[in-house]
């Protein structure tokens, strides 16, 4: 114990928090940039007016009230050293934010996973041709409940430390908070994860097997290849959001089950510590990742996003200085440099 609590002192967990702030400010304001691009593109084009893009732009919204917020708090918490009363205030309002985002993200991709398992394994449900929209619209309200019901608590239950007022805890785990931390992971990730596997494991099982009658297997092949990608892309994004996320659910369980608080872990030693502190900081990064994830697997959003930034003034300026260089002449170069 006493070597345990001598390693522990010579740890400056201040320093830690201190640079683990310092870094995310501008990589949350890359995410903000990035979902604002992500969310232009959306809105602006014809060819994103369906049904699943119209479901993304609640998880870009959200994703971007998260970066805001976020890089405005990690921005205060660099520069200065809030009140005991404003560092309580602040660090609520963060959960708030940050579960939230989380929330309504991953709500949104079960919806799109339901849609698209109607639209593509039951085309012809007549209750679902009928009472599309406010069969979504009642999904997006239980999803908002679902939701609601853990994030409208963590404006109470989180909470600083008077000799630490940066750094964010539930700082005393009781029967309450660990029954909260329990639903939290039921709401949050259990319910979604068991959705989302449902959802498009039936597609997936679906598109392997069936061929339109009338049509041969290259035919068939052909026509559904695009919906195989897009549905590639959304199964990718919806692992992605279950496997940076369940450290974070996994450590909340932990908590719950052992009732020590995050600076109560310190304790066990510094591995366990910023394992704990990491897994919290992963599922903040959701909304910064998110942005990414649309580009790398949706073309048509890759495809505009380059025609947007390519048309910069920047960006021009910058490619017509690149290919003047190029133009001169190997000798004229040499010239130049002499």
């Known amino acids: 114990?006493?070597?345990?609590?001598?390693?522990?002192?010579?740890?400056?967990?201040?320093?830690?928090?201190?640079?683990?702030?310092?870094?995310?400010?501008?990589?949350?304001m890359i995410g903000l940039l990035t979902n604002i691009l992500i969310f232009y593109i959306i809105v602006k084009h014809k060819i994103f007016r369906k049904t699943t893009y119209y479901l993304l732009r609640i998880s870009v919204v959200s994703d971007i009230i998260s970066n805001s917020t976020t890089s405005f708090a990690y921005m205060?918490?660099?520069?200065?050293?809030?009140?005991?009363?404003?560092?309580?205030?602040?660090?609520?309002?963060?959960?708030?934010?940050?579960?939230?985002?989380?929330?309504?993200?991953?709500?949104?991709?079960?919806?799109?996973?339901?849609?698209?398992?109607?639209?593509?394994?039951?085309?012809?449900?007549?209750?679902?041709?009928?009472?599309?929209?406010?069969?979504?619209?009642?999904?997006?309200?239980?999803?908002?409940?679902?939701?609601?019901?853990?994030?409208?608590?963590?404006?109470?239950?989180?909470?600083v430390y008077p000799d630490d007022t940066k750094f964010c805890d539930f700082i005393s785990v009781t029967p309450l908070v660990s029954f909260y931390f329990t639903m939290s992971t039921i709401?949050?990730?259990?319910?979604?994860?068991?959705?989302?596997?449902?959802?498009?494991?039936?597609?997936?099982?679906?598109?392997?097997?069936?061929?339109?009658?009338?049509?041969?297997?290259?035919?068939?092949?052909?026509?559904?290849?695009?919906?195989?990608?897009?549905?590639?892309?959304?199964?990718?994004?919806a692992g992605s959001y279950l496997l940076i996320s369940w450290p974070f659910f996994a450590t909340s369980l932990g908590m719950?089950?052992?009732?020590?608080?995050?600076?109560?872990?310190?304790?066990?030693?510094?591995?366990?510590?910023?394992?704990?502190?990491?897994?919290?900081?992963t599922t903040t990064a959701i909304s910064?990742?998110?942005?990414?994830?649309?580009?790398?697997?949706?073309h048509a959003i890759r495809k505009k996003a380059k025609q947007h930034i390519i048309s910069l003034p920047v960006v021009r300026t910058m490619m017509a200085s690149s290919t003047d260089e190029s133009a001169v002449p190997s000798g004229n170069k040499s010239a130049n440099l002499a």
């Open 1 to 28: 114990m006493n070597a345990s609590s001598n390693t522990n002192n010579t740890i400056d967990y201040h320093a830690i928090n201190a640079y683990a702030y310092a870094a995310a400010i501008p990589i949350s």
């Open 76 to 159: 205060i918490v660099s520069v200065a050293n809030p009140s005991y009363p404003d560092g309580i205030a602040l660090c609520r309002v963060l959960v708030f934010v940050i579960l939230s985002s989380y929330g309504a993200s991953m709500m949104t991709l079960c919806v799109i996973g339901i849609d698209r398992y109607f639209a593509i394994v039951r085309p012809l449900s007549s209750f679902y041709r009928q009472h599309k929209y406010s069969f979504i619209g009642g999904l997006l309200a239980t999803g908002g409940v679902l939701t609601l019901s853990i994030t409208i608590p963590a404006l109470f239950f989180p909470s």
């Open 187 to 237: 709401n949050l990730y259990i319910i979604p994860a068991i959705t989302l596997m449902i959802s498009y494991g039936k597609i997936i099982f679906y598109m392997r097997s069936y061929v339109r009658p009338g049509q041969g297997v290259t035919a068939a092949d052909e026509e559904n290849e695009k919906k195989k990608k897009f549905i590639r892309m959304l199964t990718f994004i």
């Open 256 to 281: 719950a089950i052992t009732g020590k608080s995050l600076r109560q872990i310190r304790q066990f030693g510094v591995v366990y510590y910023l394992l704990a502190f990491f897994s919290f900081s």
């Open 288 to 298: 910064i990742i998110n942005p990414f994830l649309y580009l790398n697997f949706d």
